[in-house]
């Protein structure tokens, strides 16, 4: 079989052919033998009418149709509507130049109904009357053209609107050869070609010297690489990124992919605080829960101690090494007394009794005391804010708050000094608590206490509030002041905030609800001798047989008639076989069989006139909702003194209304 010739080798013998004329009949041999050897398509149509003269078998098998349906019919019969016009134009401007040889593209329709893609190169020969023509088929060629093109233009979709910057960088220097829209909004900028002008990546890393240890990693592994690293953007603002990179060495650059992860290390940092804060909180309730449990039992103990102490001083000659030791013991008691009403405060289960406060008349009427505390070398500068709203509190653990905070301030500042005490109003909308974990939405008053001392680092601050935590020398602190605070702030459903550097001294944010109700001014605390009674008779029941036993001993003292009971059952036998009167029960809270409320509530019946008094260890759901008494309801907190039991029995007796309708003891809560 005959090779076929190359397209452009028989385009030029075909045309060297029609020019030969000095021996023809060999030209008409050799015209014939490419004529019908040929694989491309070649024909001769008439330059006036333009049918086909003359078609060779290549033509018929590339067009499917046969000799009889091709001769005689025009050249342009069989090209795509579409491209006829086209095809005209360029033959016609090729004639008007003066070219003889003329090239063109088009589609030719098939017997079958499919377009065929050719390339032609014609020849037109008016002396003649003929149009010489060869096309070879590219059908092939343009589908894949086409498919490029389309390829292309979906890469170029895909890459101009992908969701992540795509970039090529420059190794040498970082700067930005090409990229897409995205990459220059990331960055702050309009359109790209602005932003490859003006922004050089490796002049805008908030991390110097990351960019350089990458590029090393880069080369030594050869793989794509990803990083997270903070970039500052044009309007100055810092903003997270990830790269994931891949280096082209031989080409000088890098290819980058960019997704912006500002929001996304945001939500993960806020995530990380509060679920720390969680566990935080966590570890809080638990530890107040075994120091509640603690200070419980601790204080029936010390309810004990300090009667019986109390009891024997009376009985000894105050002149004697005796009295002094007692009174040794007593002062002990007193000091474990106070860390464990501390540790109660902390477990937000000691017992309270709120009132609607002015916090800047409270404060004001610590000042002097406050300033005794902290001494003369350091200033105490009060700034109140005006047209404070009212919170609701019990005074005294403001007295706590402030107290703990001052004494805490003067430790941490060396020689001469200043403790700044301010109030404000703040309110806080849910956007920003969500920015900002640990705060609530509302309008709250502010207690700020502020000092310039030593300041703290970050870990202190973080463990400042749990209990025993202490940054003083051993035998300077307890480590429960600050705990304290902690547990008031919460059971008065606030919060609290400390800011604090080494060197730059500390400041805490207290944050307490406003409350709506009328003002009430700090009551003023009066002495009071320790009173006696008139013989009235007291119920007294109480599950622990010491404290019982040392009950009995100090109220008879005092000149109280007792009917001593260790269990509720016990308490109503001795209620109903007692002939006289009862003046007023005095129970514990927490006993076995039933609680005091309920006991209280079923001797009402019984004695109609009866006064109610409870006790404990700390304050339980039987007569307190949140730590907080029942209106009407009287209560004394495990450790007390002679003088606290005395005033309180005799307060009680002389008219206060425990229960306005005893009936309501069982159910009211």
Known sequence: ????????????????????????????????????????????????????????????????????????????????????????????????????????????????????????????????????????????????????????????????????????????????????????????????????????????????????????????????????????????????????????????????????????????????????????????????????????????????????????????????????????????????????????????????????????????????????????????????????????????QLDQILANLCVNAKDAIAGVGKITIETDMKTFDTDYCKKNPGFSPGEFVLLAVSDDGSGMEKETVNNLFEPFFTTKDVGQGTGLGLATIYGIVKQNHGFIKVYSEPGHGTTFHIYLPCHAEKMEKKPENKTVDIPAGNGETILIVEDEKTILEMFTTMLQGMNYSILAASTPSKAMELAQKHAGKIHLLLTDVVMPEMNGRDLAGQLASLYPGLKFLFMSGYTADAIAHQGMLDEGVQFIQKPFTMKDIAVKVQHVLDGADDFKNPAELIKGN
């Open 1 to 396: 079989m005959t090779d076929n010739p190359t397209y452009e080798a028989l385009q030029k013998r075909v045309y060297e052919l029609e020019q030969a004329g000095s021996d023809r009949e060999k030209s008409i041999r050799e015209f014939d033998h490419l004529f019908f050897m040929a694989l491309d398509l070649i024909c001769i149509a008439d330059i006036h009418t333009t049918a086909f003269t003359k078609v060779n078998p290549a033509c018929m098998e590339i067009l499917g149709f046969s000799q009889e349906e091709l001769l005689g019919r025009s050249f342009f019969d069989f090209i795509h509507p579409d491209d006829i016009a086209p095809t005209r134009q360029v033959v016609e401007k090729k004639l008007r130049q003066g070219e003889k040889i003329i090239n063109f593209e088009n589609r030719y329709i098939c017997k079958d109904g499919q377009y065929k893609w050719l390339s032609w190169v014609s020849h037109p020969s008016p002396e003649k009357g003929v149009t010489y023509a060869i096309a070879r088929d590219i059908t092939k060629e343009k589908t894949a053209e086409k498919a490029l093109k389309e390829s292309e233009s979906r890469y170029r979709s895909l890459y101009e609107n992908a969701q992540a910057g795509l970039a090529r960088t420059c190794i040498s220097d970082g700067r930005v050869l090409e990229c897409n829209k995205k990459m220059a909004r990331i960055f702050g900028y309009g359109d790209v070609q602005t932003f490859i002008k003006e922004y050089v990546l490796s002049e805008n890393y908030a991390d110097k010297g990351q960019r350089e240890a990458f590029i090393a990693e880069l080369k030594n592994t050869g793989k794509i690489l990803n990083r997270e690293v903070r970039f500052n953007r044009k309007d100055g603002s810092t903003i997270w990124v990830r790269f994931d990179t891949r280096l082209v060495p031989e080409h000088g650059y890098m290819e980058d992919v960019v997704i912006d992860i500002t929001d996304q290390k945001k939500a993960m940092e806020e995530r990380s605080q509060l679920q720390s804060q969680l566990q935080q909180a966590q570890k809080m309730e638990s530890i107040g829960r075994l120091a509640g449990g603690v200070a419980h039992d601790f204080n029936n103990m010390l309810t004990v101690i300090i009667g019986y102490t109390q009891t024997a001083l009376v009985q000894v000659d105050p002149a004697g090494n005796l009295h002094k030791n007692l009174q040794g013991v007593l002062k002990a008691a007193q000091r474990s007394a106070d860390l464990t009403k501390q540790l109660l405060g902390f477990a937000r289960k000691q017992i309270i009794d709120p009132r609607v406060l002015d916090l800047n008349h409270t404060v004001e009427t610590m000042l002097n005391m406050l300033r005794r505390l902290i001494g003369e070398d350091i200033h105490l500068l009060w700034k109140p804010a005006g047209k404070l709203q009212a919170v609701k509190m019990d005074p005294s």
